[in-house]
C-alpha cells in the first residue's frame, strides 16, 4: 500500500473555449468520417434540388422567376434546418446511447466545450452545404446571385438566426428520442412536415390558408421567405402571401425562437439516459 | 476517526488510521419504490484495488455511478478524494479515471487521435504514445474504433480511463467478453497500474479476476455491504473445514474437517505411500461468495 499521497497541486485546467475549438475538431473528423450522415446532409438537398429541378423547374411563377429558383432558396433554408435541428436532435440521442456523453461528463471537460462543438461543426457544415446548392443552382437552375450588399446582409441574418435557433432546438429535441436508433424516425417527419408546409416544396401562397397558419408559428416558414428575398429577383415579392418580403417579421420571429429555443434547451437537455441520474 | 460501521461481523473495516481514497456511510439510493442501495458502508484506502462483487441488480452500479457523479443520492455520506461526488467539479474530475461498461463511441477516430484527444481534457496528462503502449495498442494506434476487437476496444476504454494520470480509477466490469488470453493481459495490465499507485475500484462478476486482482473484496447484496475482507478471508473462508478425498475400495471417499493435516496424515499411514487421488478443498471464493448471496436472500425470505 502507498502512504498517503495528499492531492498535488496540479497545473490549471484547460478553458473551456480552447477545449470547444478541439471539440469542433473532433466534431468534424467524426461527422465527415460517418458515411450515414454525410449523405444525409449533403446529397440528400442537392439530389432533392435535382429531383424536383428537373421535374417542375422550368414552371414560370411569374415574369422571369422559375420554380427552380424557388426551390433553391427553400432548400438554403431548409439546409439550415438539416445541419442544425435535423443532425443534432438525431446525433444527440445516439450519444446518449452510445456512450459518448457519459465519457465527456466523467472527464474535467467543462459542458461548454461540448456545445461549442456541436454549434462549430453545425456552422461548418452549413457553410459547406449551402456552397454546394448555391453552385448546383447556378449551374444548373439559373439561379442569380444578388449584387445588391443588402440581399447579402439579409442572407448573413437569416442564416445566422436560422442556425442559432434551430441550433438550440435541436439540442432541446435530443431529449424526445427514446433512444438513438428510432431518433431519425422521430425527427426526420418533423423536418419533412415543416418543409412541405412552410413553401419548400411548394410555392407558399398557394397552400391552404389553415397550412399557412400552422407554418407561420415555426421557424422554417420564415426561414424560407427571407431567403427568397435575397435569392429571387424584387419582382417575386408579389408572390407572397402579403404582397412583400416581411423582412422585419422574419427576423423578430427567428430571434423570438432564438430566445425560446434557448429557454428550452437549459430546461429540457439532460446528458444522462432517462432514469439513469 | 473510527472507520467501518459493526453493522455487519463480515465486514472487517479498514484500519482506523487507513488513508482513505474513498468513505462511503449509509448511502441510499431508491428508484420508485424500490430500493436499490439501502445503506452502503465501504472504505477504499489509498493504493489498494477494491473489487466489488454482486449478482445483477444488487446494488453496485448504482454505488459506483453514485461515487462517480453520475447518479444522486437519497441519503447518506460519501466522500471521494475529499470531495462529494454531487459537487464534484472539473479539478476534482481531473484526479479520477472512469471506465465504462458498454461504451461504444469514438468508432470513427483512431485510437491515437482518441487518447491524444482526450489527454487534452486533463491539466498534467501522460504521454498519448506512452499510455497506448501501456494499453498494447502500440499497432493499433491508426485503427479506428469500430475496426478494434472487444478486447481491444476495453483498452482502448482503459487508456482512456488513465489518461489523466488518475489517483483513482473506476473499472466497470472490464473483461466482460474476453476470451482467457486476452483476460490474463488485462490483469497484467491492471496489476502494472496498481504497482504505480493508483487506486482502483473495480466491479467484476468473474470471482477469479477478484482473487487475483484485489486486495480486499466486498460483497454487495440487495443493496447493502454485506462481507469485505482480504480474498483468503472472505466471509470466513480461512477458518471454515476443508473437505479431504481419497479413493478407496474403488470408491471415492471424502471427509469434511477442521484439521485436514492430520487425516491425511492417518490416510498416509494406512495407504503406505500415496493416498489414491487424494484431494484437499477448501472453500473456493464462488463458494464463499455463493452461500453469502445465498444466505442473504434467505434472510430477506
Known sequence: MTSAAPPVSRPSSPSGLSLGLRRVRIELKTFFRDRNS???????????????????????????????????????????????????AIAIPMERDDGTLKRLQGTPMPKVAYFIGKIGLVFVAYVAQVTILIVVGVAFYKLHLPTDPAKWFTFLWASVLGLISCTLLGIAFSVVP???KGASAVVSPIVLVLQFTSGV???????????????????????????????????????EVAGSWELPACAAVLAAWCVGGLVMSLVFFRWNKRGQD | M????????????????????????GLRRSYGETRAVDGVDLDVVR????????????????????????????????DVLGCDPAHGDARWRSRLGIV?????????????????????YYPDPHGPLEVIESVGLSDKRRTRGFDLSGGQRRRLDVAL?????????????????????ARREFWDLIRGLRGSGTTILLTTHYLDEAEVLADRVGVISRGRLIACDVPARLGGRDESQATVSWREDGVVRSEVTHEPTGLVH??????????????????????????LINDDSEAES
Open chain 1, 38 to 88: 454525410a449523405v444525409w446532409n449533403f446529397l440528400l438537398p442537392v439530389l432533392l434540388l435535382v429531383i424536383f429541378g428537373s421535374v417542375f423547374g422550368s414552371q414560370n411563377l411569374g415574369p422571369g422567376i422559375t420554380f427552380a429558383q424557388y426551390f433553391v432558396a427553400g432548400m438554403i433554408a431548409s439546409g439550415v434546418l438539416y445541419t442544425s435541428f435535423q443532425n443534432l
Open chain 1, 178 to 180: 427514446k433512444n438513438g
Open chain 1, 201 to 239: 416544396f411548394f410555392v407558399f401562397s398557394q397552400l391552404p390558408h389553415w397550412m399557412q397558419v400552422f407554418a407561420s408559428f415555426f421557424p422554417l416558414k420564415w426561414l424560407t421567405q427571407a431567403m427568397r428575398s435575397v435569392f429571387l429577383p424584387d419582382s417575386a415579392a408579389s408572390l
Open chain 2, 2 to 25: 473510527t472507520t467501518g460501521r459493526a453493522s455487519d461481523p463480515l465486514v472487517v473495516p479498514a484500519p482506523d488510521d487507513a488513508d482513505l481514497a474513498v468513505r462511503v456511510r
Open chain 2, 47 to 78: 493504493g489498494e484495488v477494491l473489487a466489488l462483487l454482486g449478482p445483477n441488480g444488487a446494488g453496485k452500479t448504482t454505488t459506483t455511478e453514485i461515487l462517480e457523479g453520475y447518479r444522486h443520492r437519497d441519503g447518506g455520506e460519501v
Open chain 2, 100 to 120: 465504462l461498461q458498454n461504451a461504444n463511441d469514438l468508432g470513427d477516430l483512431t485510437v491515437e487521435e482518441a487518447v491524444s484527444h482526450f489527454a487534452g
Open chain 2, 161 to 181: 480511463g488513465v489518461i489523466g494520470r488518475p489517483e483513482l480509477l473506476f473499472l466497470d466490469e472490464p473483461t466482460t467478453g474476453f476470451d482467457p488470453e
Open chain 2, 266 to 291: 492417518d490416510l498416509a499411514g494406512r495407504f503406505e505411500g500415496e493416498i489414491p487421488a487424494l484431494a484437499v478443498h477448501r472453500p473456493s471464493l464462488e463458494d464463499v461468495y455463493l452461500s
